[in-house]
């Protein structure tokens, strides 16, 4: 298969990267990163993977749609695409600075649609074709301190529904919604129930991939949060507010 994966250089990306390896695909590896690019992109390809990067930020439309227009002349099609890369952070109202919050949105949503657009062209002449969006279990529960990630997230869950509908159904949209999963995104957050780590995280999304499915949230306890987010969300407001006391 031909895949192209952006935020490749590290977490959820860079593992699920290695698991397509494993299994000789055609990989396009995107992140803003070029070294740690390289370095994943040589282990991608002991494992017998074909390799190409590209050191590109996708809330640039235009590096990135270059990125893709080279991707696509160097394959015959393209099978699936993974809309990744993503940051997170807490909104920080105390601060009435929307500079950090704008930019979550940026990456999160225009980011993603930059990632596909131009992809879709190309999938309806071959009728055919994957488009996966990694989204969050933000996408259903939005956190306490967290409104833009989880605004981001809602919006990403909107698109893919959308996107489902409108497309024929000769090309599949996945919604891959995560809990915690050890990365560089998590490392600072002191409270992250249920997770897991990143080579399991990366497994159950490529299975996820393969049986087609519109949505997979995981680890399985989110499905069952997301069903009494009520609590949760009390819980977390209450939490929020004790550090925003402190910090005040």
């Not at 393209?78 to 920080?92: C, F, P, S, T, Y």
């Not at 990365?183 to 999304?205: C, G, L, R």
Request: glycine letters at 6%; one cysteine or more; charged letters at 25%.
């Amino acid at each position: 298969m031909n895949i192209y994966i952006t935020g490749a250089s590290s977490g959820i990306g860079e593992y699920v990267s290695y698991e397509y390896a494993k299994k000789g695909n055609h990989l396009a590896l995107c992140a803003r990163r070029k070294e740690k690019l390289e370095d994943i992109a040589t282990k991608c390809r002991e494992m017998g993977a074909e390799v190409t990067i590209y050191s590109v930020d996708v809330t640039d439309q235009h590096s990135t749609k270059e990125s893709i227009d080279d991707f696509l002349s160097k394959i015959t099609k393209i099978d699936l695409v993974i809309a990744n890369a993503g940051l997170g952070d807490l909104d920080a109202l105390h601060k009435g600075d929307p500079t950090l919050i704008n930019q979550v949105i940026k990456v999160n949503v225009i980011g993603v649609q930059n990632t596909i657009l131009p992809f879709i062209p190309v999938m309806l002449k071959q009728d055919d074709g994957h488009i996966a969006l990694v989204g969050s279990v933000a996408s259903h529960i939005a956190w306490a301190g967290g409104g833009a990630y989880a605004a981001s997230k809602f919006a990403v869950r909107a698109l893919s529904e959308s996107w489902r509908k409108t497309l024929p159904k000769t090309i599949d949209v996945t919604l891959i919604c995560p809990g915690f999963v050890e990365s560089e995104m998590t490392d600072p957050v002191e409270w992250t129930p249920f997770i897991i780590k990143t080579d399991i995280a990366a497994k159950k999304i490529v299975n996820a991939l393969h049986k087609k499915k519109k949505m997979f949230i995981f680890p399985w306890q989110w499905r069952i949060v997301i069903a009494f987010k009520g609590l949760l969300d009390i819980f977390m407001a209450n939490a929020v507010r004790k550090m925003h006391k402190k910090k005040m």
